[in-house]
């Protein structure tokens, strides 16, 4: 009997051992660090605010979903060849089921999250935290500004802006968040907005725009405003971005989506084509390329035909209807690689021109400058220029006429419908649609009703 | 009958006896009775001499003293269960009888967690198998035999691909995003059974359970209550199986062959449109359409160039496949030295071209006694099972053929190069190649040390070791690259240590003579790590890795020096599961006069799974027997055999989810962005420090019986499981950025109640003539009975079946299709309200059936007439619905999706006043009105009765007597002929009722069985088998 009660001592003694080991129950899958791990210097700060860059250049975002999801909405392409989530969102009636729609809004909403850790390890930053808190208000901007667009009826719906947009994250955190109103949604993309454009540098230390400076915070206050009808303010930031110098026009459109060869580009998510470095654009190959098989993107005859209109545009390089016979294709992303321009100095340009001539007096004259500048690379000279006494209305025209065909295959049409429409009621739509129908923007993906059935759905369909 | 009979016997010997005993003189004789299945001792024997009255019973150790007259030349041998003997005792004052089983139900040993009891004595919920029952079938994996032989067990045979796997739920489903698998224990080790270890690669979930050797199998237990499974604590809640393997017996060495072949084939296909119908087809939906001219047609076909081909796809793709399974096994058994050996090598072709599961495996089990107190046990396994893929469902091949590949499409063009323009699944299968190697080696020791009396450690520490290869070779052709020699090469490795040691001190004590003790109590660790490379190991290649592992070395080795010796240096790999148990856990048995019994369960289990502030479970079970059949005022009831109730009540969890979950998953970026470092939050890996098990309450009642002499046997069990703590991933809000989070959903709760009823009854049992019939049925009703979260925050893998409040788990989510509307042809649907409205929405949507069954289960009949054996298996489902996922498309396959038309949807709207099945068809599905896009056009039109009968197995076998073999100084010999899935009778329109779809995660696997999307039929085998023993 005494051994038996020696040998329970013993295998108890056994038992402590093995309790009393207690990081044998503390094993995180070797290559997974824990936040603790994860975030221990400012360098680890810099690498997390880095790999956001690598989100605003992902497949999902601006690599192409975001340009897929504004191009199908808007009025350039043809449908017919569209199915699955792609037909829906043409139809403009997107029912709450779609990856899609989903994966896009996860990922806006992923890019939140992770500007918003790399606020709350701040504490960490010594010489950088200027930069990397600016970044991540930048970062966070730009997503709720897109999501805002996408997922909401454009500022200017309902006059006080009462209605709803999208929520608002400005904290880590599981639970469900209620829609906030869309004026809730400008007022903290304006504020994150303002916050960077006073934290980030004026220059990178390799003077390249890879990474963020305040002048990529002003140029998207300028369209921020812009998308507002905000004129005045639109064309400040506008201004302030182009006075500054650093940005100059591209003698040769092919350059805006190259291999460093831009100088437009005020925020641009650089390809590296080294091994083991990041490339964006895959999506907009995807879908838009167009010299290796018939892309899914084609344009209509009636917008092939706008494209095209005039014999002097040298823009008309961007379109065909040979590389694919029978199909009008875009040949902009008929690369292998590119850097890709988030924003650029075409597109403040024309945010100046049309803000300029909104507002008046002496701006009309810097719009018309504007204008002309873009006509004179556009048609390899002055013929189409504006004549310096033009019109309001004329520098209008041209600015939103020489914006479509600029920024054509860039998801640029769709809120342009919208944004002109919410002006002053006109509706450009060529489809037909009026600019505030409810299927003219996304429906959200209905897990957010089904996490939170207090959450606000929107209204489907109803465009045609 | 029988019992009558015996009585009578009985009492005419007594009184011959009672004449006889006075004259004669006596003998006594002494011995022990043996188990001839392990050779344990039997007690409770009943010995006599044949034509005396005297009757004694044998000892707790199988013993016996008998005295009887010396005339007396022979002992009757008789016991409940088993069968009676005569044997001789002329001349002998000792006799030592091993008896064989005949009724399993009572005395059969039944593997329990750490330890076995005898049937009688189980309080708990167990269903045993017996290896010869897996192995009398071709399977493409062990589980997949289960089927119809266990009560409340389902299993849904594995679709068509050879090696897939089955899903198996013991009483029904009650988790969501944790794995509702059951644990598997091989030997005493948990095992990964996990069916993601490739995710979905190729629409194929590889089955790691196929690379165990059903031959080497002795016997698979299914515990199913907590009154088993509690002793398995935080693993214990889908029930748990345990697989043993083959030991030595006693005895001189004796082999066994066994050979089969035999061809395989699909059960039940789906049949397609050919070119003409499928041109008529679509130009019908273009008409109703509005259009006018031709259709347009894929492929850059005209109608005329269309028409001149018609391909048969499915016979392109499919042969007889050949099956050949062969194994030599060896036993041996002295009083010092057991040994079991087995050696396998099998080829089993699917019915699909160029898709095989090939094993060659081997087994070493010993037992060495080392001294009189101290037993040594070896417990060793190999196995290598090659796994020839073929892409099926989603990613091709065969699902192509169901789906995209149309009968106008041809695998070469004219001038001879393949056809590109279009789905070409000959293409695709003779230029690309894939193969899983899996290699499962288990190996364990364990020592049995008798410390004093009745106080027994045991310590035993085992390894389970495996490395997979999944191989992949895209030829020249495919991948189109300029070197004309070579193709791609790539390899994903991953290996995998899976190491389990225990200790347990077993003391038994009797108290009294009636009260006997059994404890137990162990402590247990686990350590589970299995790693693969963080990059792709690849190269143009003229032949596959598998043909060149030089090349393989050779590539993985560069790139690893170049990881390490870059600035700074690269991690080259990583771990893709790692995980830690520590347990501790004990059971105390307590039976009074053989008639009541009481057991008591605890294991507190500590794991790495669980979050800080829930590192520890603690799972308690109690579950008591009254053997009604010994107390006195039963045992004069002569047609009760054996009466028990059981009842058990415990608490047990599942910790059935990946590991790592509970902290942030932070990792450095693969790639930099402008040459700088990045660093990640994975999406889905925010961590939940709160995280732990789902926790389980469970409550089993039975009563077992044995009738007429054990003629009749059988069982009815009733079972309360609930379910609270649901381990959820899904459903937090996607605008919270980071994803889903493995989380204990709060206020959630999932029943399961059902009731099991089996039956086996000995027709009859005559030495020339034997027949037995047996069946089981179950019902498991299913109710999600808290829930606070909407009805699409959880849907399976591809958004098919949902969670809602008071419905039963996984239930299809529809709008109602009411019929189609004479004028137009147009559908008419029921919306939320039941009104008919012919504008489909999915706000429509309501419960319209759930992909469980009301009941399942199976009956066989087995019949011996002297050399010849005939035995059938059927098993069924009743009620339930089928999904028809892929149906969808394929009723739209006219339309601009192009896809191949099932032969079924012929029965559609042509003409005004038609009265049809099937709404016209159309060129674009959008034209129905409200139908936002093809993949939204879900309705309860592709929602079938899920009922079937299927004739699982059918077999028919010679057994040569055994004095013809003396001859030749063959033990045993047998021949068989043996059908699967032979026939199977169903309403389903999409052909086989079975479905396991290649799913995409746990999730989809628990939620989503019965909802099909081009999942390949199962398979039908015929094989012709050899066994023979020497």
Redesign the interface.
Known sequence: ?K??YF??LL?AA??VC??SCKK????????????E??FKTE??V???S??I??LLGDNQFYSGRHQVLNELLGDEYKG??F???Y??IF?R??????GTR?DY??LA??????A??VLKHLDLATTAKNQLEGEAKLFRAIAHFELVRMFAQPWGYSTDNSHLG??I?TE??????PRATVKEVYDQVIADLQSAETLLSDVTP?GKF??ATKWAAKAYLAKVYFQQNDFAKAFQSANEVINSNKFTMDAAFSSRFSLGLSTEGILVI?D?T?P???NPGGDLRGNFRSDQSIPGFTFTDQFYAVGTARAADLRKAWYSNTLQTGYNVLTKYNKNFFDLPLVHLTEIKLIRAEAGAETGGANLAIAITDINSITTRAYGGTTFNLPPNATAAAVIAAARSERELEMVGEGNRTQEIKRIGARNGTNVDRRGSVWNCNGFILQF?????????A?VMNI?GGCF | MFLHKFVKTVSVVALLLVVQISFAQNKVITGKITDSKDGSPVPGVNVSGKGTRIVVQTKPDGTYSISVPASVNTLVISSVGYGSQEISVSGKTAADVSMVVTNTALNEVVVIGYGTQRRRDVTGAISKVSGDKLTSIPVPSFEAALQGKAPGVQIIQGNGLAGSGSVVRIRGIGSISASGDPLYVVDGIPIVSDQFLRGNGGAMNQNPLSSLNPADIESVEILKDAGATGIYGSRGANGVIIITTKRGKSGKPQFNFNTRVGISTYAKRQHFANTSQWLQLRQEGWINDGHTGLAPLPGLYTFATAAANNTDWWDMLTQTGIINENNLSMTQGTAKLKTFANLTYSNNEGYIKSNSYQRISARLNMDYNLTKNLKISLTSGYNKGTNKRVPAAWDGGIGDAMSSALPFFTVYNPNGSYFKNGANPVRRIQETKRREIDNRFIGGLSLEYQ??KN?F?RASGSLEYVTAFDDIYESNEWINQPDPDSGYAKRFPYWGTNKNGN?T?N?LKTVKENHKFNFL?G?E?Q?Y?R?GY?FEIGNFEAVPYWKNTSGYRTRRDEIINQRRTATPPQ?T????????F?S?FGRVNYSYKDRYALQLTARVD???K?GTNN?HGFFPAVSGAWTISEEDFIKHVKFISFLKLRASYGIVGNANIP??KY???????????????????N?N???NPDLKWETMHNIDAAVEFALFSSKVTGEIAYYNKQTTDILME??????????N?YRNLPNSKILNEGIEFSLNYKVINKSNLKWSVGGNISKNYNEVLDWE?????VSGGT?DTRVVKGLPLGVNYLVRFYGVDPADGLPIWLDANGKQTKTFS?NHRVYAGSVMPDYMGGFNSSVEYKNFEFSTLFNFVVGGKIYDNSGKYQFMGVS??NWNFREDFFDRWTKPGDIAKYPRLTYDI?TFPGV?????FNSTLFLHDASYLRLRELTIAYKLSSQMLSKWKIKSLRFYLTGTNLLTFTKYPGGDPEITRDFENPQDRNLSPNVTYLTAPTQRTVIFGINLGF
Do not use: H
């Open positions: 009997m051994r038996f040998n329970l295998l056994l038992a093995v309790a044998f129950l503390e094993r995180p899958p070797e290559g997974q660090l824990t936040e791990q994860a360098a680890d810099v690498a997390f880095n790999g860059y690598t017919d060849r199915t699955g989530d037909a829906e139809k009636q997107n029912s709450f089921f779609g989903d809004y996860k909403y992923r890019i939140i999250a992770d918003n850790i999208v929520p994250r880590i955190g599981l639970e469900p968040k390799s890879y990474t650089k590296q080294t083991n470095q990041f993906p209905k897990a957010e009703k089904d996490a939170n059935t959450f489907e | 410390l004093i106080l450690v200790v001190v003391y109590l402590a660790a350590e790590v790693k963080l991690p790999e990583k771990a893709l599961e790692e995980y830690t520590n501790f500590g794991s790495s669980f590192k590991a790592g902290y942030g998953n932070y990792q450095p970026g693969g790639i930099g962005y402008v040459g700088n470092p990045t660093l990640y939050l999406y890996g925010f961590g899904p459903g937090t809000a996607p605008s919270n950025g980071l994803g989070i979260l909407g009805p699409d925050a958004n999915l601009k999706k959008t936002p896009g093809e993949d939204q």
